[in-house]
């Protein structure tokens, strides 16, 4: 007597590959969240080293020219002398509409403020700047002065 061989189809039921998808979806939701919450981060650090460079073209100008740009500048704006080109100041690494600003604020003494999207260190009203235009105006929450 021969025996034979049944074979064994491997299938999924509906609900089997419905769970499956579900558990799926959620995780790509964390994963999205978590992933917009590292981009802001990055962002804001990209802010806050842009800030360290004006601060450091503002140092070099009071070097050369013993005082510190009269004013204020802005996004594009150019940090420059007789004597040469220090910095123009960069745009925002997200967004046309948010700005840099620098402020002469006399007697030796000046701030560069920024608009961060999650704030925390550094955080100053900045004197009622804005750092973004249009319709979302926001107040700048991250501030250096000179050391």
Known sequence: MMKTKKRQILGFTLIELLVAMAIFAMMMAVALVAYQGTRKSARDGKRKAD??????????????????????????????SDTGTYLT???DPDS???KYYYTNLGSGSYAVCASLEIPGSGA???GGNVCQAGTLNVLCNYEVKNP
């Open 124 to 126: 100053a009203d900045c």
């Open 96 to 98: 046309d509409n948010r």
């Open 89 to 91: 100041i960069p745009p």
């Open 51 to 80: 800030v360290e460079q004006i601060r450091s073209a503002l140092e070099m100008y009071r070097a050369d020219e013993g005082v510190y740009p009269p004013g204020t500048l802005s996004t594009d704006s150019v940090i420059a």
